[in-house]
């Protein structure tokens, strides 16, 4: 996925924390083109890096997984990620939905979640492209800009 390398970079310039929550290591099995030997330390490696934060699944999260699960059909580790970016305030999650044939199941609730505090900014659920999108935006004020005749 291309559109993640910049975003590793500015992590590990100390621009960008990412939360995730501790699933996330039993979701990522495999690294394409790697030697199937070495994967999993690997994987283990890459996810000590200091800019990684992980949050355990308590009862808080696992409480508040339930409603995703429940109001919008998700599965337990859809819920989850979501349940652990609202417990962290974390302001966007992304998703590699749609990336395969599976239907999207995340991707339309973005902006329909609130974080622990309701009268904050709801939760942004977007794809790494869109993410990097965005990010090129604020760093290049320009391309924001339309054409002018």
């Known amino acids: 996925m291309p559109f993640i390398v910049p975003m590793i970079r500015q992590a590990e310039q100390g621009k960008l924390l990412l939360i995730c929550s501790t699933?996330?290591?039993?979701?990522?099995?495999?690294?394409?083109?790697?030697?199937?030997?070495?994967?999993?330390?690997l994987i283990r490696d890459f996810f000590e890096n200091e800019f990684?934060?992980?949050?355990?699944?308590?009862d808080w999260i696992s409480d508040r997984a339930a409603e995703p699960r429940r109001?919008?059909?998700?599965?337990?580790?859809?819920?989850?990620?979501i349940a652990t970016a609202v417990f962290t305030r974390t302001p966007i999650l992304l998703t590699r939905d749609g990336e395969t044939?599976?239907?999207?199941?995340?991707?339309?609730?973005d902006g329909r979640?609130?974080?622990?505090?309701?009268?904050?900014?709801?939760?942004?659920?977007?794809?790494?492209?869109?993410?990097?999108?965005m990010r090129m935006k604020a760093e290049n004020p320009l391309m924001n800009q339309a054409e002018q005749p």
């Open 101 to 109: 044939a599976k239907r999207k199941k995340v991707l339309p609730l």
């Open 52 to 58: 990684f934060q992980f949050e355990a699944v308590h």
């Open 23 to 41: 699933v996330l290591k039993a979701e990522v099995f495999k690294v394409n083109g790697a030697n199937p030997d070495n994967q999993i330390a």
């Open 71 to 81: 109001d919008f059909g998700l599965g337990a580790m859809d819920a989850i990620h």
């Open 113 to 133: 979640i609130h974080h622990r505090d309701p009268s904050g900014p709801a939760l942004r659920i977007v794809t790494p492209a869109a993410y990097d999108q």
